[in-house]
């Protein structure tokens, strides 16, 4: 079993940055994993994709581009998500996942996708 534990959240200003960061755990654990992704839930809404990677492709939804940047640190079994020149729409819980491509996709729908782990606040206000 996978275990995800994110990190890195907090309170900061329009225009700001945050770095989140995603532990990846667990029992004959493989890692890399074959996709990585991180997700977002705005308040009273439904979880969104924000990133993902698939190597050697690294895509974005259209409200980060830009501005956000995912990445792995293999050694340290992360999943990282540099954000920078934040704004108060990207206020969220973020959750990171593994899986495979059509996993990270369909959140879980369809492929293969871990346990959601409890998510880190980012708060984005003046």
């Known amino acids: 079993q996978v275990q995800l534990v994110e990190s890195g959240g907090g309170w900061v200003q329009p225009g700001g940055s945050l770095r989140l960061s995603c532990l990846v755990s667990?029992?004959?654990?493989?890692?890399?994993?074959?996709?990585v992704g991180w997700y977002r839930q705005r308040p009273g809404m439904q979880r969104e994709l924000v990133a993902h990677?698939?190597?050697?492709?690294?895509l974005y939804a259209d409200f980060v581009k830009g501005r956000f940047t995912i990445s792995r640190d293999n050694a340290k079994k992360l999943v990282l998500l540099e954000m920078s020149y934040l704004k108060p729409e990207d206020t969220a819980v973020y959750y990171c996942?593994?899986?495979?491509?059509?996993?990270?996709?369909?959140?879980?729908?369809?492929?293969?996708?871990?346990?959601w782990g409890q998510g880190t606040q980012v708060t984005v206000s003046s």
């Open positions: 996942n593994v899986g495979s491509l059509t996993g990270i996709l369909t959140m879980g729908a369809s492929g293969e996708l871990a346990n």
């Open positions: 667990g029992r004959d654990l493989n890692f890399p994993p074959k996709a």
């Open positions: 990677m698939y190597e050697p492709r690294f």
